[in-house]
């Protein structure tokens, strides 16, 4: 596999700022019909635009926070390269984008370096992987992302499962929104190695404390604090997961994951 997983909005044209629909709420400041630029795209051209967000910068400030948790694992520099202009190409792109953001998310979950994996699940992973891979050169107008995605959710359950123990406690899609969670030892234990799979930690307090091999896939971590805390071990985080949230130097990240700009100082 030798896919780009990481989006590099440079080299889009802004895909994900004109495709969806957004509707007025904590997430976004406004609503916007799908397939319509987003105002604060520097050059509102339907389809195509080759400038960057105007308020990249200020998007938290401006009342974007779902702009920085989104993230296309490298779909919307995909389709762009291979734009062709013409008749029809911004709904072929749009529903390309669709598919191919599916997919390349899969691949970033299947392509998580988890060497205590047994063999026979690492070659499972492999071969789903491959699977997949082969799915995102194929044409795309055939593929059942649900079906798929399904299919691979069932295996990262399976994978997870493996690298955390059977005995490791949960917090799967627990609500656990701006709660101080640094606790004393034992409820530090409690979350190091545990899932908190699509668990809402919005704003919740996580300083100084060691999350181990805990599976962080799609947890909400929005304004979450990361001040020193322990994230090189845990898996299936994604880089704008940690965008969207606030560390500093000493927040421990995965050697995959990018570390935000503004956490170095
Ligand atoms: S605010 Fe910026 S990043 Fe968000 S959709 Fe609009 S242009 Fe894109």
Redesign the pocket.
């Known amino acids: 596999m030798d896919l780009d997983l990481v989006a590099d909005c440079g080299r889009c044209s802004?895909l994900?700022?004109v495709a969806p629909a957004?509707a007025r709420s904590a997430d976004?400041a406004l609503d916007?019909p799908a397939e319509t630029p987003?105002?604060?795209?520097r050059v509102a051209v339907p389809g195509r635009s080759d400038a960057?967000?105007?308020?990249?910068g200020e998007?938290l400030d401006?009342g974007?926070p779902?702009?920085v948790a989104f993230d296309c694992f490298g779909a919307g520099q995909r389709v762009t390269a291979d734009w062709r202009d013409g008749p029809g190409a911004a709904r072929a792109a749009f529903d390309s984008f669709a598919v191919l953001r599916g997919l390349h998310e899969m691949l970033w979950y299947l392509s998580e370096p988890l060497p205590e994996l047994a063999p026979a699940l690492g070659e499972e992973v492999a071969a789903a992987a491959a699977r997949v891979a082969r799915l995102a050169e194929e044409p795309l107008a055939g593929v059942d992302v649900d079906t798929v995605r399904g299919e691979v959710g069932a295996l990262l359950g399976r994978v997870s499962e493996a690298v955390r123990g059977p005995a490791a406690r949960g917090h799967a899609r627990a609500d656990l929104v701006g709660q101080d969670l640094r606790g004393g030892r034992a409820a530090r234990r409690a979350l190091t190695g545990t899932t908190l799979r699509g668990a809402l930690l919005m704003g919740a307090d996580l300083r100084g404390v060691d999350l181990g091999r805990a599976d962080l896939l799609g947890a909400d971590l929005r304004g979450a604090d990361l001040r020193g805390t322990g994230l090189a071990r845990v898996f299936f985080l994604t880089g704008p997961q940690v965008s969207a949230a606030r560390g500093d130097a000493t927040t421990t990240l995965p050697a995959r994951v990018r570390r935000p700009a503004a956490w170095s100082s």
Not at 52 to 56: A, K
């Open positions: 802004g994900c700022c957004f976004f916007k987003c105002p604060n795209l960057p967000c105007g308020i990249h998007l401006r974007f779902g702009c």
